[in-house]
């Protein structure tokens, strides 16, 4: 987010996402899936509206427990559809119900969503966006971008100079391994 590292530092919302949860590794898939659902809301509306019913959404989709929420059917599209406290959209929530059902497959076939991004790591953005198109629901390129850098598989969260970015490096990101690193340096000297 251009300008993110300025604007969100003391803000009541962005302050603590900024400072706590942009660009740092997640590993559980509930995790995983929460932070996907939450980019697809995203779209069309601002971050600030997410951070604000984030509470709801969690309440909602009974905290993004994976196999919870793959198992829903007709009666809870039609709960969440009224659920005043989130984004009421048929197309997010049949998209949020349809990943879950296919975060499990990756856990067959990988064991798990980062396992699944981990196998995968590193791509460039283009190439991500075509594998999420592949894989999800509702993934265009800007929800995939947000996703991935959200969750360190992309660089980009914070300014170098901001204090959050050594934080993020400390935990050890996707992008800052030596593979992603080696084929950075490949693809600028290209």
Known sequence: MPGYCDAAPGHEWHGPYHDHEYGFPLAGDDELLERLALEI??????????LKKRDAFRRAFDGFDVDRVAA?????????????????????VDAVIENARRIQQLRASHGSF????DAHHP????????????????TGGEIVGEFLMS????????????PVHARILAAGPAWAR????KRATATTSS
Do not use: M
């Open 114 to 117: 980062a396992a699944w991004l």
């Open 41 to 50: 809301n995203q779209a069309g509306l601002s971050w600030l509206t997410i």
């Open 72 to 92: 829903y059917g007709d009666a809870d599209r039609e709960r969440l559809l009224a659920d005043a406290g989130i984004i009421r959209n048929r197309l997010k």
């Open 151 to 162: 969750t360190g598989y992309l660089p980009g969260a914070h300014r170098p100079d901001c």
């Open 178 to 181: 030596p593979a992603a690193l």
């Open 123 to 138: 791509l460039s953005k283009e190439e991500w966006v075509k594998l999420f198109k592949r894989t999800f629901r509702f």
